[in-house]
């Protein structure tokens, strides 16, 4: 059995900060690929950028791309997803996940575990 437990989030100003963490039970963390996705109110889930298990490639939603940084320690059975200079639009909730035999990494059905969902608020 795979677990994936957020940290919280939390509510920030425009342009601030905020590191996310998703700790994930189970021995063949290394092996899988690791996602972080988002779902605002009144839009789909949506990508926001993945991981693979090497953590030599990481993929990025073009709307985060030079803001977020997503990072894994496999020693530590831990993804983070770093937020910087983060938007209003940026608001949503945030589910981590994870993946074995992933062939697009954008695809939300592609990942088998999913976190609980962490709520990050950033006000205008």
């Known amino acids: 059995q795979v677990q994936l437990v957020e940290s919280v989030g939390g509510l920030v100003q425009t342009g601030g900060s905020l590191r996310l963490s998703c700790a994930v039970s189970?021995?063949?963390?290394?092996?899988?690929?690791m996602g972080w996705f988002r779902h605002a109110t009144v839009k789909e889930r949506e990508f926001v950028a993945a991981?693979?298990?090497?953590?030599?490639?990481?993929y990025y939603a073009d709307s985060v791309k030079g803001r977020f940084t997503i990072s894994r320690d496999n020693a530590e059975n831990t993804v983070y997803l770093q937020m910087n200079s983060l938007k209003p639009e940026d608001t949503a909730v945030y589910y981590c996940?994870?993946?074995?035999?992933?062939?697009?990494?954008?695809?939300?059905?592609?990942?088998?575990?999913w976190g609980q969902g962490t709520q990050v608020t950033v006000s205008s």
């Open positions: 996940a994870a993946g074995g035999g992933i062939r697009s990494v954008g695809f939300s059905n592609e990942y088998d575990y």
């Open positions: 189970g021995r063949t963390f290394s092996t899988y690929i």
């Open positions: 991981v693979m298990w090497s953590a030599g490639s990481a």
